[in-house]
Nanobody, 125 residues
Framework: VQLQAYGGGLVQAGGFLRLSCAAS????????MGWFRQAPGKEREFVAR????????DYADSVKGRFVISRDNAKNTLYLQMNNLKPEDTAVYYC???????????????????WGQGTQVTVSS
């Protein structure tokens, strides 16, 4: 599957954005999906993940209660609704697909097989 993330932009603190990740190729519903982000000079960090069915979701503590991950398998699309954005949310956001065979945790980027190209989110104070 190929992934393409989009929907980033510049927003003021307290605002919202919705990121999307369009998947093409292999069966999207076979994969668990995740969102990661990377700020300048920092390592890529886990943001949220969703199981192949959409039943199971998990979030980083820093975004819990503000971000919502979802997916539409009929549309082969992953979403990240980001509310009450903060300047510290500024980063490049990546979507990723996980087949589930990895021994690494879903919070570890190494457990993901495929990555999108990233979309920039900038939150001004």
């Amino acid at each position: 599957v190929q992934l393409q993330a989009y929907g980033g932009g510049l927003v003021q603190a307290g605002g919202f954005l919705r990121l999307s990740c369009a998947a093409s190729g292999r069966t999207f519903s076979n994969y668990g999906m995740g969102w990661f982000r990377q700020a300048p000079g920092k390592e890529r960090e886990f943001v949220a993940r969703i199981s192949w069915s959409g039943v199971i979701t998990d979030y980083a503590d820093s975004v819990k209660g503000r971000f919502v991950i979802s997916r539409d398998n009929a549309k082969n699309t992953l979403y990240l609704q980001m509310n009450n954005l903060k300047p510290e949310d500024t980063a490049v956001y990546y979507c990723a697909a996980r087949s589930g065979s990895s021994s690494y945790s879903y919070k570890d980027p190494r457990s993901y097989d495929l990555w999108g190209q990233g979309t920039q989110v900038t939150v001004s104070s």
